[in-house]
């Protein structure tokens, strides 16, 4: 999200990932070999990928690498940045757990300054995963990152006029 690219080797989203041992390479990649895989096998994130997919289609400031910030986080397991067109039309932010076996929580200040609102503002949220749409009050929420369920969230974000 981060990246005005994208791109991953056949077999990631099934979570094959075992290295190469002494290597930066993956052991089963196809490199070497073309192997045939099963799309639906259990554990695979076949869903998730074609969302991601999605929602960068959707959304104009994730098509590049400008407007990117990073924000500050209540908790060093978090981490969470948002991706701008120049004219705030499209603001995008979004937050990853980066501990891959614990929920992680924390609070973190909504960056109302890129529309230039005071502290008090609203913002109208939609979060891109599931659909959901609800309203932010003020500059301080909270966010809680289960890996078991998703392991990160991406929000679109906009002033409610």
């Known amino acids: ?4 690219l994208w791109g991953m080797y056949s077999g990631f989203e099934l979570c094959e990932g075992a290295p190469v041992p002494g290597k930066e390479e993956y052991l089963d990649s196809e490199k070497y070999e073309i192997r045939p895989r099963d799309y639906i096998a259990p554990g695979n994130i076949v869903y998730e990928i074609a969302q991601l997919n ?7 400031a994730l098509h590049t690498h400008l407007g990117l910030s990073f ?22 932010l979004i937050a990853v ?3 891959p076996f614990e929920a992680q929580e924390g609070a973190f200040e909504l960056p109302l300054g890129l529309f230039d609102l005071p502290d008090e503002a609203a913002l109208h949220v939609e979060d891109l995963m599931s659909g959901r749409h609800w309203t932010w009050y ?9 890996p078991a369920a998703l392991p990160f969230a991406i929000w679109r974000i906009r002033p409610i006029h």
């Open 1 to 4: 999200m981060g990246s005005g």
């Open 97 to 99: 757990n980066l501990d």
């Open 71 to 92: 924000y500050p986080v209540h908790n060093d397991r978090l981490l969470l940045f948002a991706k701008g067109t120049q004219t705030r039309d499209n603001v995008v």
């Open 138 to 146: 003020g500059k301080w929420q909270s966010m809680r990152l289960d």
């Open 54 to 60: 999605r929602i960068r289609r959707e959304n104009p």
